[in-house]
């Protein structure tokens, strides 16, 4: 009996020491899966972090596929693909870092005015103005999985004043989504973590975004599709709160869409999880879930639609 098949995007020597017992083939970015690589073999696929469209629906055209492990956190690209019976595994953990990083980041940025700045200096303006600090404000964190508790992590030294954590489910210290009425108005700075979900989908919508005490702060580091991009937008005119996103809806934002243009707003372009600390991490966890896989043993990060 053959060795079952991996595909990988990179080579199988930046795992260190490959699991034994397995077959290894690259597939990178955009490859058609064609030549030299066996589509009906591939056992265990790992498709490119930044992969296009037709990775992610190669998965329909194998037929010994029994790993999708993907190098995100989010798989919602590629979960309709995945057939019954498959195991889908997410990136849990490869990103905690990187983006919990970027959420402090755009706080930082977004509240200190470095966006402002940075356009003065292109004009040779020195534009001296006091702005508010990330110290003494009360955060809410909805989302609180792995990423949000880096988040939380990341917050502490800068003295915050307290940390409000939110999850689909309340358990000790965590409030539930059903919470958010009530804690909305409190919070100084709101950071958004949460995959995007049936439930997910639009839930910051006019109602969320007015139910934010007037100055406060939206950061959002999860997904586009969870704010309602139209409301978001009318109240951001208001002036009454602003908002720092990595990810949009629609994405990429197209050229002219009315977000590039909207006052108190900072946009990056879904880099959150994209830093140097995600390739040590991503190849640690495909080389453990590998050798569970060569011994038989039961995969983590298995998905469960969880927050």
Known sequence: MSEPLVWLPFDAHELGEPPEGLRYEVHRRGEDGLGRLSLEDVAFYVPPYEG???????????????VVQTMTAGVDHIRPFVPPGVLLCNGRGIHDASTAEMALALALASLRGMPGFVRAQDRQQWTHQQRPALADKRVLIVGYGQIGAAVEARLRPFEVAAVDRVSRTARQGVHAVTDLPELLPLADVVILVVPATAETRGMVDRQFLRRMKDGALLVNVARGSVVVSDDLLAELRTGRISAAVDVTDPEPLPVHHPLWSAPNLLVSPHVGGASTAMWPRAYRLVREQLQRYAKGESLVNQMTGDY
């Open 52 to 66: 296009r469209r037709s990775d992610v629906e190669l998965v329909a055209s194998m037929p010994g596929l029994e």
